[in-house]
């Protein structure tokens, strides 16, 4: 398919929409429910996706998982299919059970970047109410056949989830879910990228917000909160096997000053303290922030200084 095409097919980004259900009740801070039309987006159609991950591919921004994962597994994935499979026969067999793929950080691809901004361009005016200077928009989209599942974890940034194809169930925790995820397993992953302590229980299930989630239907959550997806069989046909979502991420600073916080709390542990978590205390968190971009840039520098020689060391984004 020639470039000219697809640059077409990206200017009717503006032919779709996404909406929250509840406009006046929405906040960055909530888990909340939405809807979209971009399913219909031929840039998200198959035969796209297959084209987008050729192109990720050489820059290892896809992702693989092996067989018998569960959302209790940790969340490992490989930049290589566990089989030996190329990105052809990956897409050819892709409604085989079991069959999964990530495309990591879809905004390289400039049509994608577009579509992105588009996306959250429909949204904009109700995320600037609370959050203002969104930065750094990411897509990540995961392609799977029932029985499938994206494990438990946390991520850096607020998340607009949308479901493009098939069905799923999406089960999303309240970011300040302490008996989920403790304050310092948080820490951990925004500091050190270590989802070590951030596992599932079975009694944590009842506390999640539950959503049964089908083309056009999305959900939105504020960054670290815990959330894992399930894709059963029951509603796979022949020709019709494949289930296909995307998260659209961003920063800001909030999220920005929510890590900065997160860093100086982590040294404030170390020393035997029980810091306060971020949002918890406006008047601690203005001393903190600043604190806790300094140990950032100076725990980032010193790592670098060690991977020396390594291929280098680059902090993780949304880190401090």
Not at 212 to 229: E, K, L
Not at 265 to 280: A, F, T
Request: charged share 25%.
């Amino acid at each position: 398919m020639g470039a000219s095409h697809i640059d077409k097919m990206s200017l009717m980004s503006s032919d779709c929409r996404m909406w929250v259900d509840d406009p006046g009740g929405f906040s960055t801070g909530r888990v909340g429910r939405l809807h979209h039309d971009y399913h219909r987006h031929p840039l998200f159609q198959l035969p796209e996706l297959e084209a987008l991950a050729k192109e990720l591919a050489p820059l290892k921004q896809c992702r693989f998982v092996r067989p018998g994962m569960t959302q209790a597994s940790a969340f490992a994935h490989d930049s290589v299919p566990p089989d030996g499979r190329n990105i052809e026969e990956v897409f050819r067999r892709i409604e085989e059970p079991g069959s999964w793929i990530a495309l990591y950080d879809v905004e390289v691809i400039p049509r994608y970047k577009e579509l992105l901004d588009n996306i959250l361009g429909n949204v904009r005016e109700i995320i600037e109410r609370e959050q203002r200077g969104m930065f750094h928009v990411t897509g990540f989209i995961f392609i799977s056949a029932p029985p499938s599942v994206t494990p438990f974890h946390i991520d850096r940034e607020n998340n607009f989830w949308l479901m493009l194809h098939g069905r799923k169930v999406l089960n999303v925790w309240d970011h300040g879910d302490r008996t989920v995820v403790p304050l310092d397993a948080v820490e951990d992953f925004i500091v050190a990228h270590s989802l070590r302590r951030v596992r599932l229980k079975d009694e944590y299930r009842a506390r999640s917000h539950e959503f049964d989630v089908r083309a056009g239907d999305g959900v939105y959550f504020p960054s670290t909160s815990p959330h894992m997806t399930r894709s059963d069989p029951e509603w796979a046909s022949p020709g019709d096997r494949v289930a296909i979502s995307i998260g659209v991420n961003f920063y800001t600073p909030v999220t920005r000053r929510a890590a900065q916080v997160h860093q100086i709390n982590r040294v404030l542990r170390k020393c035997g303290l029980s810091p306060s978590g971020p949002g918890e205390s406006a008047a601690l968190d203005a001393i903190k922030a600043p604190l806790g971009k300094i140990t950032g840039i100076a725990r980032s520098s010193l790592t670098r200084i060690v991977h020396k020689g390594m291929g280098g060391y680059k902090a993780p984004t949304g880190s401090f």
